[in-house]
């Protein structure tokens, strides 16, 4: 199994959730630092001791020649099944502010870098092919515009791979708590805030836990996130897609 961001730190979580709890034992880790990166020599001992064969890449997935020199680099007698594409780089801003070097450093590795690795694996008889979305690309994010059209992407790819009789699905996550991913940097004002808000963040557990639960129902585009059900009532606008879920009042003025 190949996971793209696989050194950072939701990659990690999940690299030892597939091999503790799915009976992964051969891992193709990769990321634009390889095992160059903080701690990754020590998330391959973990690993390796645990009973898995394990491999860190050099790889920016936004290059098609570098994904695809992956792909044909694993060995004939360990063939690719599954791919989980967990890759993406955040850089939030108002409209007003993003550029076009802001944009691109956000859509290469969601936009750029899901399409090589489909293109480059398309042809291989994947059993899974899982991109890591998020509930910004389905319910907008404030600040996250080139965020949300990223995902947004990955979600159509995951729909349009499942047309093409390919495998595919797309997990469009709410944020993960604190120290894991790209929420990592965030403090308690932020926690805190997404809680008032109706979409408190997720622990751990319970994303590996949603991560096994979606992958299980066969859909192709899904959205595991927590739901303050109560706390979106209170909100002065309930997202559209959320109105079948959140009976808010009616506020006649």
């Known amino acids: 199994m190949w996971v793209t961001g696989g050194t950072g730190g939701l990659g990690g979580v999940l690299a ?68 989980v594409h967990a890759a993406g780089v955040l850089d939030d801003g108002v409209v007003g502010s993003l550029t076009s070097e802001r944009l ?5 590795p969601k936009v750029d870098g899901a399409w090589n690795v489909h293109v480059a694996t398309r042809g291989l008889d994947l059993g899974a092919f899982v991109v890591f979305s998020s ?9 996250q515009a080139n965020y949300a059209a990223g ?17 595919g699905v797309s997990l469009a996550w709410g944020a993960w708590d604190q ?26 557990e319970q994303g590996l836990a949603l991560f096994d639960a979606a992958l299980a129902t066969g859909g ?14 209170n909100q002065p606008t309930v997202p559209p897609v959320l109105r079948g879920l959140v009976k808010a009042p009616v506020r006649r003025t």
Do not use: K
Request: glycine letters at 16%; a neutral charge.
């Open 179 to 204: 120290g894991v991913g790209m929420t990592a940097g965030l403090g308690e004002r932020e926690v805190r805030r997404a809680a008032d808000l109706g979409m408190p963040l997720l622990g751990v």
């Open 16 to 83: 030892r959730h597939l091999v503790r709890s799915c009976g992964v034992r051969r891992l193709l880790l990769s990321s634009r630092s390889g095992g160059a990166g903080g701690g990754v020599a020590e998330l391959v001992a973990e690993l390796e001791s645990l009973g898995a064969w394990v491999s860190v890449v050099v790889c920016d997935v936004a290059d098609a020649d570098a994904v695809a020199g992956v792909v044909s680099g694993v060995s004939d007698a360990y063939p690719l099944t599954a791919v």
């Open 220 to 233: 192709s585009a899904l959205v595991p996130v927590r739901l303050d059900v109560t706390a979106l009532r």
């Open 104 to 108: 691109a450093s956000v859509l290469r």
């Open 135 to 143: 509930v910004a690309g389905v319910l907008g994010g404030a600040g």
């Open 151 to 167: 995902n947004a992407f990955l979600d159509a790819l995951a729909v349009y791979r499942v047309g093409a009789g390919l495998p």
